[in-house]
Nanobody, 122 residues
């Protein structure tokens, strides 16, 4: 089992920045791929980004490319999502996920955090 706990969400004005954190515990070696997804009210959960176990490989959704950066500190079992130039359309609950395969598909991930709310005001 892997437990994931997100933090760092909040309210920010458009153009601002936030950094989300996801702390992993448990049998993390079984699900080393980490990803962020988000879900806005009335919409389906969507892929944001993922990162490989070593951190060498990443992928971003077109909607966040150039504005968001994923990184990880394996010594701390923590993944980060730095979000810059935030837009109102980035408003959503952001979820951290862990899995064993690099994929932008939510169903490929085995473990999920509880989510953290990000609200961007215009």
């Amino acid at each position: 089992q892997v437990q994931l706990v997100e933090s760092g969400g909040g309210l920010v004005q458009a153009g601002g920045s936030l950094r989300l954190s996801c702390a992993a515990s448990g049998r993390t070696f079984t699900s080393p791929i980490m990803a962020w997804f988000r879900q806005a009210p009335g919409k389906e959960r969507e892929f944001v980004t993922f990162i490989s176990a070593s951190g060498a490989s990443t992928l971003y959704a077109d909607s966040v490319k150039g504005r968001f950066t994923i990184s990880r500190d394996n010594a701390k079992n923590t993944v980060y999502l730095q979000m810059n130039s935030l837009k109102p359309e980035d408003t959503a609950v952001y979820y951290c996920a862990a899995g064993s395969r690099l994929s932008p598909v939510a169903e490929r991930y085995d473990y999920w955090g509880q989510g953290t709310q990000v609200t961007v005001s215009s």
